[in-house]
C-alpha cells in the first residue's frame, strides 16, 4: 500500500471510531512543518497525515517517502494501528 493511502484510511478509520473535525490550512502546515519529505504528500492526503501527526499515530519529524512510487512497510503500518485510541 503506497504511504499516502495508509495514511488516509487509518485516518479516516479514527475520524469513524472517535469523530473528528477538519483542520485548517494553518493547522495542517503546522503539523507538517517538520515532515521530511512533506513537498510529496499528495494535496488530498496532507490533512490526514497532519490528523496523524496530532493524534501522535506518526512522529511530527516522520521521515517516510511519499509520493507515487513510496509504499509503506507492513511493521511501519502495523505500528500505526498499534497506537489508535479508542
Known amino acids: ?3 499516502s493511502e495508509a ?8 475520524e469513524y471510531l472517535n ?3 477538519g483542520l485548517s490550512l494553518e493547522e495542517i502546515e503546522k503539523a507538517l512543518k517538520d515532515v521530511k519529505h512533506r513537498d510529496k504528500i499528495a494535496v488530498w492526503a496532507r490533512e490526514s497525515v497532519a490528523k496523524l501527526i496530532m493524534s501522535e499515530i506518526i512522529d511530527s519529524n516522520y521521515d517516510g517517502e511519499f509520493g507515487s512510487d513510496a509504499f509503506i512497510s507492513r ?5 500505526m494501528i498499534n497506537k489508535i485510541k479508542i
Open 7 to 14: 495514511m488516509s484510511i487509518i485516518s479516516r478509520a479514527i
Open 19 to 21: 469523530g473528528s473535525k
Open 75 to 79: 511493521e511501519e503500518l502495523i505500528n
Open 1 to 3: 500500500v503506497k504511504t
